[in-house]
């Protein structure tokens, strides 16, 4: 399974960012789909996944009701609509796929960097 990120960037305080993140299956074959982030020096977080089996969506609460995540079945992609952007957004942020299984079952993108600078 191939994860492949985009969309990463350097903004101002405010701004809206979309990160996108195309899979090399369908997405319906995850449990789970989502986006996670890096902060320097701290371990990675939940930002936000969907459940795949209904569509439930899942959010940090620092982000909720600023980020958006969505995804496209036809074209196999995950997005991550961000606005409102802080500094304390700044993080590499990461496409993960998860089946449910455990690490064996576990996928993750190369990451993106996002710079949120005021």
């Known amino acids: 399974v191939q994860l492949v990120e985009s969309g990463g960037g350097l903004v101002q305080v405010g701004d809206s960012l979309r990160l996108s993140c195309t899979v090399s299956?369908?997405?319906?074959?995850?449990?789970?789909v989502g986006w996670y982030r890096r902060h320097q020096g701290t371990e990675r977080e939940l930002v936000a996944r969907?459940?795949?089996?209904?569509?439930?969506?899942d959010y940090n609460d620092s982000v909720k009701g600023r980020f958006t995540i969505s995804r496209d079945n036809a074209k196999n992609t995950l997005s991550l609509q961000m606005s409102s952007l802080r500094p304390e957004d700044t993080a590499v942020y990461y496409c993960?796929?998860?089946?449910?299984?455990?690490?064996?079952?576990?996928?993750w993108g190369q990451g993106t960097q996002v710079t949120v600078s005021s």
């Open positions: 993960n796929a998860d089946r449910g299984w455990g690490p064996l079952g576990n996928w």
């Open positions: 299956e369908s997405t319906s074959n995850f449990k789970f």
């Open positions: 969907i459940l795949t089996r209904d569509g439930t969506t």
